[in-house]
């Protein structure tokens, strides 16, 4: 048998495999140069922070929030945070109403610090936004003089402050119902509508949003999606387009039932039906100073009651004063001093409660003599300590007699104070719709993240080398395997 010839020189290589060989090492050279540039060079941008400001200034008192969102994706929904809160020292502003001159300055202290929040160089460009409520309201129905001094007060201040001056104007109750609405759902994620959220959303059958019910010092507002069609009180109804979605919100708001003007009210009464000279009041502990507490729960849920006018209704359904209110639905988030008071009760829904057990905590807590009480919160503001007797019973009454909860749609109602870093309360939402941040229709969706930009190319460059490897093995066969010799 012949012996294959061995001869002295080596065999040619092809031109083409010559150029896949020269273009498989150039490839494997750029993927290595495109990984480690992607991994190390293309580092995000630094972060572009926008800020704003609203003043919420209640019948009690004002608070100052900043907010902060990435610049880039402002139109997105949840991206706006709040990141300080500052509490007014003194009254509300219209508590200044013999002193107006001073209602601005009380604000100086606080604008001061959002400039310590906010960098210098962004000041001027950052909104400042002030909205008043229902103390204001009231100022405005009984002296329109003095809440317009009061708002030029407050105006004039916000000015001299470094920001960007939007507005110092009293809200109305329904736009105050609305805010909220938007605040709690934009923070809760209820407006993501993309990917697997807006498949869940089609599937699900309970109502995708959440009612919101704020109890303030001087008024109260329930605002919630109703699909009663026709409504039977179109000046309650509000429609919104949001993210690419439709919303009907039923919304109300009661002037003089937020917390301190219900306790007045009712000691008003209290008053014109004693014939002795002091008051005894069922809703204060006993032994309590001015007022003669009784701690007698019941009874002071009964003399609360007579606060909401149940007589006559002109809709087929009315919570209280004649008010319309359609079928109550979904879930409801509670906040201001709903939660104030159900949070030192210790009955926020981080251990639910049902509604006896609730009623029966408040009746404990009321029955409790002042001096006991006093000792064992003694850390507590005494204005709030005395008070929270006869709020924990006027929340049970709003609840249970003006909206009609019951112990069945109780546990939808979720007592919150803050959502992630964000109080519950309108000014975030009234800060998204003044700088046009909740677009009517769903943004276009998001280019890459850096994250997944980096990933893709290093998926690309294996996956390029891969190809050109197999390549080079297949049209490499060792001489042997190409003659068939084992
Ligand atoms: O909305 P309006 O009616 O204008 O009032 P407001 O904005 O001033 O009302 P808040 O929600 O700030 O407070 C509601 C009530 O809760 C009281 N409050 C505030 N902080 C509290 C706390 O920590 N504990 C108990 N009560 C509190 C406050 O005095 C009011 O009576
Ligand atoms: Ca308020």
């Not at 941008?45 to 400001?53: C, E, F, Q, R, V």
């Amino acid at each position: 048998m012949d012996e294959p010839k061995v001869t002295g020189t080596k065999p040619k290589m092809s031109w083409t495999r010559k150029i896949l060989l020269i273009l498989g090492f150039l490839s494997t050279l750029a993927a290595i140069a495109l990984i480690t540039v992607a991994v190390t060079q293309n580092q995000p941008l630094p972060k572009n922070t926008k800020y704003g400001i609203v003043l919420d200034a209640g019948s009690s008192h004002t608070n100052l929030y900043v907010y902060e969102w990435p610049a880039e994706k402002e139109n997105d929904t949840g991206v706006v945070q709040q990141v300080e809160v500052c509490k007014v020292e003194g009254p509300g502003i219209s508590g200044y109403s013999h002193d107006t001159e001073n209602a601005g300055h009380s604000l100086v202290q606080c604008l001061r610090q959002a400039q310590g929040v906010i960098p210098s160089k962004q000041h001027q460009e950052t909104p400042v936004y002030l909205g008043a409520t229902a103390g204001m309201r009231l100022l405005s129905l009984e002296n329109k003089n003095a809440a317009d001094k009061v708002l030029s007060s407050v105006e004039k201040t916000l000015r001299s402050a470094p920001f960007n001056f939007q507005g110092a104007r009293i809200i109305s109750g329904q736009e105050e119902g609305a805010y909220g609405w938007i605040t709690i759902n934009y923070l809760l994620g209820n407006f993501k509508q993309s990917g697997w959220t807006k498949l869940l959303h089609s599937l699900k059958s309970v109502s995708e949003t959440s009612g919101a019910l704020d109890l303030g010092g001087a008024s109260t507002q329930i605002t919630f999606v109703s699909d009663e069609s026709p409504s039977e009180s179109p000046e309650n109804l509000l429609y919104f387009r949001l993210y690419g979605k439709d919303y009907r919100v039923y919304t109300h708001s009661f002037l003089c039932y937020g917390k301190d003007q219900a306790l007045q009210q009712k000691l008003a009464r209290d008053i014109q039906s004693t014939e002795s000279n002091s008051i005894h009041d069922p809703c204060f502990h006993q032994g309590q100073l001015y007022v003669m507490g009784e701690g007698n729960y019941e009874k002071c849920r009964r003399s609360i009651q007579n606060l909401f006018n149940k007589t006559s209704c002109p809709y087929s359904s009315c919570s209280f004063n004649g008010i319309y209110l359609p079928p109550l639905q979904g879930d409801f988030g509670a906040f201001s001093a709903f939660y104030f008071v159900m949070n030192f009760l210790n009955l926020t829904n981080d251990n639910p409660f049902a509604l006896d057990k609730v009623a029966s905590a408040v009746q404990s807590f009321c029955a409790r003599p002042w001096h006991e009480v006093k000792e064992a919160y003694h850390q507590i503001k005494e204005k709030y300590l005395s008070e929270y007797c006869f709020s924990g019973a006027y929340i049970l009454s709003l609840l249970e007699n003006g909206y009609e909860f019951n112990k069945e749609n109780w546990q939808r109602i979720h007592f919150l104070g803050k959502i992630g870093s964000s109080d519950a309360g309108w000014t975030l939402g009234y800060m998204l719709n003044l700088t046009n941040m909740i677009p009517a229709e769903e943004p276009a969706a998001p280019p890459l993240s850096h994250g997944s930009y980096v990933g893709l190319m290093v998926l690309c460059s294996l996956v390029l080398v891969s190809v050109l490897v197999l390549a080079w093995l297949l049209f490499h066969k060792p001489k042997c395997l190409q003659k068939g010799i084992v």
